[in-house]
């Protein structure tokens, strides 16, 4: 089983930092593409920002200059740094992963997600 736990979100005020984590565990032979999508009440899931195993990142225009991808390969995890947050940026926030599984044979990449962290921004 492959799975994404998640950690961080919370509350801040406009203008505020929020960090939010994932690490992905399980029985895994690659990740491909990591990521954060979000979804706001009455919204859709929308991208937040991905990243490759490469280390190229990709930014939703609305959070470009104010967020920050990263990863680290040898944990399996991926970090979303929020900076200079704005109340529209209020949303549960979802860790996405591209994974091989380690089976036998090697099977093809597929999507997994986290459970979701809520991140609220309000005065």
């Known amino acids: 089983q492959v799975q994404l736990g998640e950690s961080g979100g919370g509350s801040v005020q406009p203008g505020g930092s929020l960090r939010v984590s994932c690490a992905a565990s399980?029985?895994?032979?690659?990740?491909?593409?990591m990521g954060w999508y979000r979804q706001a009440p009455g919204q859709g899931r929308e991208l937040v920002a991905t990243i490759t195993a490469g280390g190229n990142t990709n930014y939703a225009d609305s959070v470009k200059g104010r967020f920050t991808i990263s990863r680290d390969n040898a944990k399996k995890t991926v970090a979303l740094q929020m900076n200079s947050l704005k109340p529209e940026d209020t949303a549960v926030y979802y860790c996405?992963?591209?994974?091989?599984?380690?089976?036998?044979?090697?099977?093809?990449?597929?999507?997994?997600w986290g459970q979701g962290t809520q991140v609220t921004v309000s005065s």
């Open positions: 996405y992963a591209s994974i091989q599984r380690l089976t036998i044979p090697l099977g093809r990449a597929q999507d997994y």
């Open positions: 399980g029985s895994i032979f690659s990740i491909n593409a």
